[in-house]
Structures are given as C-alpha cells and as structure tokens.
C-alpha cells in the first residue's frame, strides 16, 4: 500500500499532490527502483478519489522520468539513480563529445587545457603569481560601483530590464565617443559598439573577417588567446616578428606585399607580452603602409588608460581619416574584468555589420551592468579611480624594476621597463644548468609566471618569463622577485 495523504483543503490539485508525495517517496528511497507501484484503480479506491486523477498523475510522473508504464502492468519506479551516478562515477556516456565537436571546436578545446593550469585559477595562497592579467582586488571600488548600479535601476527602471539597444546603452556610447575624443580619437556614438568585454570584441572582428584559410597578420609574440582564436575560424595566423620598438615595419611591408592578409592585428601601447609601446613614427609608417594596401587594422587598446609615466602617445586610430582601423577597448584593466564590458569603435559601415554579428549570437550587452558603468563614469568615480590605480601602479612598477635590479644578475635575463600597465618581459640567457621545467623550478621557489610559451604560434624562440604585476602589492612584487631569484640562481649558478 502506498502511504500517500491527500489534502482536500490545500489549494493544490488532488493529481499534484500525488505527483509531489510520489516524487519525495522516490527521493527518500521510501520507494526504490523498480517497486511496483499500485494500478490506478486501486490506488483511486485508496484514497477515494477518481480513477482519472490517478491516472492522470501517473502520466505526469511518467513523462517527467519517475515511473515506467506498460499497458496491462502496474506502474514502476524508473532507475533514475542509474542515469545519475553514471555520470558521477566517469562512466562515458553515449555521446563522443571530442568526436561530435567540429575539428575546429575540438582544437579549441585542447588550446583550453594546455592553458587551464595557469588561466582562471587562483595560485595557491602561499605561491606569488605574476602569472593572471587578473586584477587586484583589494583596489575594487567596490561600494561606489554598488551605489551606482543601484541608482542606475533608481533612474532607468524597467527600461533596464528589456534586451535593450542592440548596439549597446545610448548614454554609455555616448559617454564613451567623448572620452576617445580625449585620446584623439574622433568617433560617435553610433561609431561605437558595446561588447561583452574586449576578448568578445576581438571575436567579433575576426568572426566577420573568417574565412577558410584567409591570412591574418599578428606580432609575434602577440596575446596568448589570439592564434586558439583565429585557428578556430579558420583564419591563419601570419607573425611578424616585434622588435624594441614595435612590429618589424619591414617585414610586414613584406608581407603585405606577398600575401594580402584580411587585417593587421596589434598592440601599439603596453602590448602583450612584452609591455613594448611604440612610438609617434612607427605608428604613422604602420598606419600608412596598411593605408596603402587597404588593409584593416585592429588596433588593441586594452591598457590604454595605464599610462601612469612618460610621454602619452596617441592611439593608431587617432590618426585614422580613411577609417580602416577598428579599435579596440575594455574596462577591465582599469577597472574591474568581472563587469565584461568593452567595446569597439571604427567607421559606422563596420559597426553596423559587427552588430548583425552580435545580434544573432549574444542579441545585445547586458543593459543594467551598462547602465551602472555608465553611472560610475558620469558620476566622475571613473577618473577618481584611475588616478587611484595610476599612483598605485606607478609605485608597483618602479618597485618591480627596482627589485629586477637588485636580485636578478645581468648575465641571467634582460628585461623590458614599460612606462604603463602590468607587464614586463623577461628574456633568460641560456643558463648553465638548464631545468628540465621552467613552471616546476619556479613552484618549487613558491613563486609562478607565464612561460614564453602560447605566445609564439609555433615553437618559442628562446626562454622567456612574462611577469604580470597586476594582481600584486609592492610587498608582494619584491617577496616574489627574490623567489625568482633564487630560481634563477639555481639554474644559473654552475654545478
Ligand atoms: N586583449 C588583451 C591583450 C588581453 O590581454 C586581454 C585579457 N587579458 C583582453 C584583450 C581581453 O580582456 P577583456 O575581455 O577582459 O576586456
């Protein structure tokens, strides 16, 4: 007998409540797999109740995975158990996922587990990672940011609550024209796309550009999520090799003279990995060679506003009156990534087919994060907080150079001092005792930074050691700097 009870007060249909008193039996293993559950003329007699609503409720329970039915026997309860601690157990399912993912996707997906170890996760507490372009917490202008998105719901209502405009929040492209005018860059509103975050809007560029085995020129080294990217769609990656002063201006002329690639991808200003900003004159000489062979270019602008020391440089697409460059920009390397805003601005033509792009994929940015940023930069906190990070980050870098001077001997690396944003790069000689793993001598010395490695498209030429400085305080930067010392001790010191 079935020990259900049947409210005829409760505001519930007497089927649900035999639905839900079978559901938590199951559940409680008060029944179990396969048991025989009654007919529904005897459980109807039971509770006195129609044969109907029992019957209706054993449909229910049947098409939500419950029991099993079986015309002429009684109900059972399905070994819903089974499915469940399969999956638990690592037992393979039916499906080869790796084989019924494109070739394209299945790529991807390797590229994502050889970065898995150092990307996303948090180094353990007594490790110093220069590894993440992650952010440092403790800087988060947390309460402001808060207040303002709740006057942001305040202000806009419901209005934030639809999809809202494909191309992004009016008031935000608006605010963000006039604060590209401030870099020199003459754009308006509907010049400008908002993203969900830079990477998305690199994706975007390259998403419109893709096309089977379609070049694409980058510098080399370039952003370690560039060639998984363009390899994914396709698109194949052409490397110019970067000097102290930027991309080889020769060599892409060269380039661009052979094969005519779909677009020129760089990073004028603190370029990852390297830190390297370009000057007036390379600028100007990239910006006409890609002018004269009409050739996009998509320029990344992801730490423009960390220039905390030295003479500004004006963005490429500053320069551009024939509007062949599509730029790039981010708020999460001044402010905080967890927002995943940035946008892209270039000729309107462009935008306009960025937003098809985006339309049919993520249908628009999320429309109350806009709305609070937008806040946070009409309320004037953005400035406030970039001033903060500047003074902070001038302090940390000149920290970082101070103890790359003090404990790391010239005959061991030689280093890049960018004048802005997080990133300086380490070229190590070739060391006496080489290790047979960089990452493993270094977690031994309980200190971690990304390897040349993913930087390069092929085999990396040489040692490098990218050190991220942004998630770090100065106490942290010259602990962290010892330890890599002493790594670099070991390998270098003769056995
Ligand atoms: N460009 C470069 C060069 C980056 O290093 C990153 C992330 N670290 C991005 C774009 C993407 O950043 P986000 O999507 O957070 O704006």
């Known amino acids: 007998m079935l020990l259900l009870t049947i409210d005829e007060r409760s505001p519930q249909p007497i089927y649900q409540q035999i639905i839900a008193g079978v559901r938590d039996m199951i559940a409680g293993r008060v029944l179990l797999p396969g048991e025989k559950l009654p007919s529904t003329r005897r459980l109807a007699d039971q509770l006195a109740?129609?044969?109907?609503?029992?019957?209706?409720?054993?449909?229910?329970?049947?098409?939500?995975?419950?029991?099993?039915?079986?015309?002429?026997?009684?109900?059972?309860?399905?070994?819903?158990?089974?499915?469940?601690?399969?999956?638990?157990?690592?037992?393979?399912?039916?499906?080869?996922?790796?084989?019924?993912?494109s070739p394209a996707a299945a790529a991807l997906w390797q590229a994502h587990r050889r970065l898995a170890p150092s990307a996303g996760r948090e180094a353990a507490p007594a490790v110093i990672s220069f590894a993440s372009l992650d952010m440092d917490r403790r800087l988060f202008p947390l309460e402001s940011f808060r207040a303002c998105l709740d006057r942001a719901l305040k202000n806009?209502?419901?209005a934030l609550?639809?999809?809202?405009?494909?191309?992004?929040?009016?008031?935000?492209?608006?605010?963000?024209?006039?604060?590209?005018?401030?870099?020199?860059?003459?754009?308006?509103?509907?010049?400008?796309?908002?993203t969900n975050g830079s990477q998305h809007g690199l994706d975007l560029?390259?998403?419109?550009?893709?096309?089977?085995?379609?070049?694409?020129?980058?510098?080399?080294?370039?952003?370690?999520?560039?060639?998984?990217?363009?390899?994914?769609?396709?698109?194949?990656?052409?490397?110019?090799?970067?000097?102290?002063?930027?991309?080889?201006?020769?060599?892409?002329?060269?380039?661009?003279?052979g094969e005519r690639p779909a677009l020129v991808y760089t990073m004028p200003t603190f370029q990852n990995p390297t830190g390297i900003t370009t000057g007036q004159a390379h600028r100007e000489r990239?910006?006409?060679?890609?002018?004269?062979?009409?050739?996009?270019?998509?320029?990344?602008?992801?730490?423009?506003?960390?220039?905390?020391?030295?003479?500004?440089?004006?963005?490429?697409?500053?320069?551009?009156?024939?509007?062949?460059?599509?730029?790039?920009?981010?708020?999460?390397?001044?402010?905080?990534?967890?927002?995943?805003?940035?946008?892209?601005?270039?000729?309107?033509?462009?935008?306009?087919?960025?937003?098809?792009?985006?339309r049919f994929s993520e249908i628009a940015p999320s429309t109350i994060l806009q709305a609070a940023i937008h806040e946070f930069c009409h309320s004037g906190h953005?400035?406030?907080?970039?001033?903060?990070?500047?003074?902070a980050y001038r302090k940390?870098?000149?920290a970082t150079v101070r103890a790359l001077h003090r404990h790391?001997?010239?005959?061991?690396?030689?280093?890049?001092?960018?004048?802005?944003?997080?990133?300086?790069?380490?070229?190590?000689?070739?060391?006496?005792?080489?290790?047979?793993?960089?990452?493993?001598?270094?977690?031994?010395?309980?200190?971690?930074?990304?390897?040349?490695?993913?930087?390069?498209?092929?085999?990396?030429?040489?040692?490098?050691?990218?050190?991220?400085?942004s998630p770090l305080d100065e106490t942290e930067i010259s602990d962290g700097i010892r330890r890599l010392a002493a790594a670099l001790r070991e390998a270098y010191t003769p056995g």
């Open 49 to 101: 109740i129609h044969r109907s609503t029992v019957a209706t409720a054993y449909q229910e329970l049947w098409a939500l995975g419950f029991i099993d039915l079986s015309p002429g026997s009684c109900p059972r309860v399905r070994d819903r158990m089974q499915m469940a601690t399969a999956a638990d157990s690592g037992e393979k399912g039916l499906i080869d996922w790796q084989a019924a993912a």
């Open 156 to 158: 806009h209502g419901d």
């Open 161 to 194: 609550l639809g999809y809202g405009a494909r191309a992004g929040f009016p008031p935000l492209r608006e605010y963000l024209a006039r604060r590209l005018q401030s870099h020199g860059i003459a754009v308006t509103a509907d010049e400008i796309l908002i």
């Open 205 to 257: 560029v390259f998403r419109m550009l893709a096309a089977p085995g379609r070049a694409v020129a980058v510098e080399s080294p370039t952003y370690n999520y560039i060639f998984p990217l363009l390899r994914f769609y396709g698109l194949k990656p052409v490397e110019i090799p970067l000097r102290e002063g930027g991309m080889d201006l020769d060599a892409l002329a060269a380039t661009l003279a």
């Open 286 to 358: 990239l910006l006409s060679l890609c002018e004269a062979h009409r050739i996009p270019i998509l320029e990344d602008g992801f730490e423009e506003e960390m220039k905390y020391s030295g003479r500004v440089v004006l963005p490429v697409k500053s320069m551009d009156k024939r509007h062949l460059v599509i730029y790039c920009g981010t708020f999460s390397k001044v402010l905080f990534p967890g927002v995943r805003i940035g946008w892209l601005a270039a000729e309107r033509e462009c935008v306009e087919r960025l937003v098809a792009i985006h």
């Open 382 to 391: 953005y400035d406030r907080h970039i001033g903060k990070m500047h003074r």
């Open 396 to 398: 940390r870098m000149q």
């Open 408 to 469: 790391i001997a010239p005959e061991w690396a030689e280093w890049t001092e960018p004048s802005g944003g997080f990133l300086i790069w380490l070229r190590l000689k070739p060391p006496p005792r080489p290790p047979a793993d960089w990452q493993a001598l270094l977690a031994v010395h309980g200190v971690e930074a990304a390897t040349g490695a993913g930087f390069f498209c092929g085999e990396t030429p040489g040692t490098y050691l990218r050190l991220s400085i």
